[in-house]
């Protein structure tokens, strides 16, 4: 069985007289370590497809199923237990809590989940690490810059070490030089922690550095050919294991 | 749940000059209504109560100011005499004002011997017997020496009136405080009031088991024949009709503490509104960080709670020190009401704080807990 299951996703809106259907029976497998990006025009629906993974948004009819849970069928309070536990998402833009610190804003999902002090301590710092910030811990969003706050939103989504995390065009609001900066990050998240990666990008350069490329077009998920295929390199066997 | 205060908190520091204006303004509400409810608590205390209940007050017929009550002060004689009185204390009133006035000054005067029989007066400076043998001399009650400053052995002058203060008393009955004791003789012939042989009332004390309005009645009756006719009430029922017309001010008073309440309530309200509003975005990041709704609605009426307990508390404080220190005092008709500091007006002024500011939370957290996730994050 695959980590997630997404089956016969559908979601519609209706938009003055006229209906917009972005999932129109969408089905994907996502195995534990794969790097996913999904691409597609502008308005077909990604944003739609990963807010109902990451169990925010609720599809009309289907079933998500992750590590064994249907999310689609918990309650508002379970599925927010649920995604304090199995979901990190990356926004566009950080969205980081403007009184907390850098430390602080990572520590919020950890007080959500009982632990020891001391091994939410090690956790925030064990993200701090990966995202290289230990050095700014004690800083609050507006003294970073905005790589630096990209970063710790994304520390924030890593630190419960989830099943899963999610990405909405996490570079796209960055200039290319930070975009490149979290774009290694993020090929590191994967390749050394093992993460699972579900990311929406609009820039073909970002979407190579995934394992799996899929396109979301007239309502259907197309299965690409990701760089691990293309160049046989066997790094989703690696990370995989 | 502790585990978010630093949010919270930070969070109102965030905000600091709202934060600290809706705080003020629950405190001056808070002190408003603490103030009123002392008022209203000092009526009470004054027409209700032992002593309000089994002492007699025997009054001229249709006379309200004690400047117009001309008693003979051998009435007492045939008032002792009416089954069930047990003692009968005639009493010479002096006031410097007659209408409604918070510096109002009201001079008792009896035999010392009975005042210190009858009114369980506790000295917290200077002595009785002073008092007993020097003809000019006043037991001063301790709100009225904290009002006027008074210490033993200072001059005490209003008008043509001039004692030296032998004591300083505290009362169980809080009125009582206000009031100045003399010698029934020195308030008689003090110049102007021309009184000798007559007094503004007498007090009766009941036996046990007398029934007061039975024994009221027959004083008058009794009392009838004699060349002044009277109206003889418990001290309460005579306390209140001559407070009347501030009793209805009083009435209405406690309006304004209502009044108060709901003030607070909008204006704790409208800031968590606000708060809650400049935040929609951020508290969809919580929810999809995994906090539950329950908890992001906990937040908003925690913010609420502080800011307006935070408020409440400093005002309520205020207030009972205010009352406490200040010796405040409103009278009409040689009647006083006390205001006094007391432990059930602050808890109830606390407790008015903390349900306004969970009740002014309730409709801005359910809506920040209850938004669409989606289209928060979608928001600029
Ligand atoms: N709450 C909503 N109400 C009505 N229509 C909606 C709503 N949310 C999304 N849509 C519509 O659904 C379609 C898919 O939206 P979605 O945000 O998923 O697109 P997207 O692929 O993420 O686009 P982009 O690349 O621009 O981010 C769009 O046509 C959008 O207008
Ligand atoms: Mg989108």
């Known amino acids: ?241 | 749940m502790f585990s978010f205060a630093p949010y919270v908190v930070k969070g109102l520091w965030r905000h600091g000059m709202r934060t600290f204006l809706t705080a003020g303004g629950a405190a001056v509400a808070l002190f408003v209504f603490c103030f009123v409810g002392a008022v209203q608590e000092g009526l009470e205390r004054l027409t209700s109560g032992g002593d309000a209940d089994r002492t007699l007050i025997v009054f001229q017929e249709n006379r309200f100011c004690p400047t117009s009550s001309r008693l003979p002060q051998d009435y007492a004689d045939t008032i002792r005499k009416v089954p069930g009185v047990k003692d009968v204390m005639p009493v010479q009133v002096w006031t410097n004002n007659c209408r409604a006035s918070l510096d109002i000054v009201v001079f008792n005067g009896a035999s010392p011997a009975q005042l210190r029989k009858n009114r369980g007066l506790m000295l917290t400076a200077g002595d009785w017997s002073t008092f007993e043998s020097r003809h000019d001399s006043a037991l001063i009650g301790a709100n009225l020496a904290r009002r006027r400053r008074l210490a033993v052995g200072d001059t005490f002058s209003i008008g043509d009136l001039s004692t030296q203060v032998a004591g300083v008393f505290e009362s169980p009955v809080a009125a009582e405080e206000n009031l100045a004791y003399t010698s029934l003789e020195f308030l008689q012939y003090t110049r102007g009031l021309d009184a000798a042989g007559l007094v503004t009332m007498h007090e009766a004390y009941l036996d046990e088991n007398a029934d007061p309005d039975t024994v009221a009645k027959a004083i008058d009756e009794t009392l009838a024949a004699g060349p002044v006719a009277t109206t003889t009430r418990r001290k309460g029922a005579f306390q209140a009709s001559t407070l009347s017309d501030l009793v209805d001010l009083i009435g209405f008073a406690h309006w304004l503490g209502y009044a108060c309440v709901g003030l607070v309530l909008t204006l704790v309200a409208t800031t968590t509104v606000m708060a809650v509003q400049d935040r929609v975005k951020e508290h969809a990041v919580l929810q999809t960080i995994g906090v539950r709704p329950g908890r992001v609605f906990r937040l908003v009426v925690s913010e609420s709670l502080l800011i307006c307990l935070a408020g409440g508390v400093v005002g309520t404080l205020v207030a009972l020190a205010v009352l406490a220190w200040g010796g405040l005092a409103v009278g009409a008709e040689g009647v006083t009401i006390a205001f006094q500091p007391s432990v059930s007006l602050g808890l109830t002024g606390i407790v008015i704080a903390a349900l306004t500011g969970l009740l002014a939370g309730i409709i801005p957290a359910w809506h920040a807990s209850r938004t669409n996730i989606v289209l928060a994050l979608n928001q600029a």
Do not use: C
């Open chain 1, 1 to 241: 069985m695959a980590l997630a299951e997404i089956r016969a996703l559908t979601k519609s809106f209706k938009k003055g007289g006229e209906t917009v259907v972005p999932l129109d029976g969408v089905d994907l497998d996502i195995e534990k370590g794969d790097f996913i990006s999904m691409m597609g025009p502008s308005g077909t629906g990604k944003s739609t497809l990963l807010n109902a993974v990451a169990g925010i948004d609720r599809p009309d009819s289907g079933t998500i199923t992750v590590g064994g849970t249907e999310v689609t069928k918990l309650s508002r309070s379970k599925l927010a237990d649920w995604r304090a536990e199995h979901l990190g998402y990356i926004f566009q833009t950080h969205n980081l809590v403007p009184v907390l610190t850098a430390y602080e804003n990572i520590e919020l999902p950890t007080l959500l989940v009982s632990m020891s002090k001391a091994e939410r301590r090690e956790r925030v710092e064990l993200a701090l690490e990966a995202v290289s910030l230990t050095d700014r811990a004690d800083h609050y969003p507006r003294q970073l810059s905005g790589g630096q706050e990209q970063r710790v939103g994304i520390a924030r989504a890593i630190v419960m070490n989830p099943t899963l995390v999610v990405g909405d065009e996490p570079t796209g609001s960055l200039d290319a030089a930070t975009s490149v900066q979290i774009q290694e990050l993020l090929v590191r998240l994967n390749e050394e922690l093992g993460m699972t990666i579900l990311m929406v990008t609009h820039d073909a350069e970002v979407a190579n550095l995934a394992t799996r490329r899929l396109r979301l077009e007239g309502g259907k998920l197309i299965e690409l050919n990701g760089r691990a295929a293309n160049t046989g390199n066997g790094r989703k066997a690696i990370t995989a294991g």
